[in-house]
């Protein structure tokens, strides 16, 4: 029912900024946590960063000090700031909202490519 919109992805150089977005169909307040997750070909599914209801937000060791997440409420969006990103950090991103007793929802994901 909940659908994630997402955009903001791209190509940087190494040491470039990127900044994420992830626009909900409903008011995030109802939402216990929203965030990312990252997946490249042949790697593992990492959880990037998340960020619940109350404003207390968690980053994966390889993003932390470097990536930002964040929430607007008025506009029932959340981002993902990235900041000197690393050719590691290419990925799909995907966001999700997770609502309890309802499920887990998921964006269509977002290319992140950094390349010199």
């Known amino acids: 029912q909940v659908q994630l919109v997402e955009s903001g992805g791209g190509l940087v150089q190494p040491g470039g900024s990127l900044k994420l977005s992830c626009a909900a169909s409903?008011?995030?307040?109802?939402?216990?946590?929203m965030g990312w997750y990252r997946q490249a070909p042949g790697k593992e599914r990492e959880l990037v960063a998340f960020i619940i209801s109350g404003g207390v937000t968690n980053y994966a060791d390889s993003v932390k000090g470097r990536f930002t997440i964040s929430r607007d409420n008025a506009k029932n969006t959340v981002y993902l700031q990235m900041n000197s990103l690393k050719p590691e950090d290419t990925s799909v991103y995907y966001c999700?909202?997770?609502?309890?007793?309802?499920?887990?929802?998921w964006g269509q994901g977002t290319q992140v490519t950094v390349s010199s």
């Open positions: 999700y909202a997770q609502i309890p007793r309802r499920g887990t929802y």
């Open positions: 409903e008011s995030i307040v109802s939402i216990n946590a």
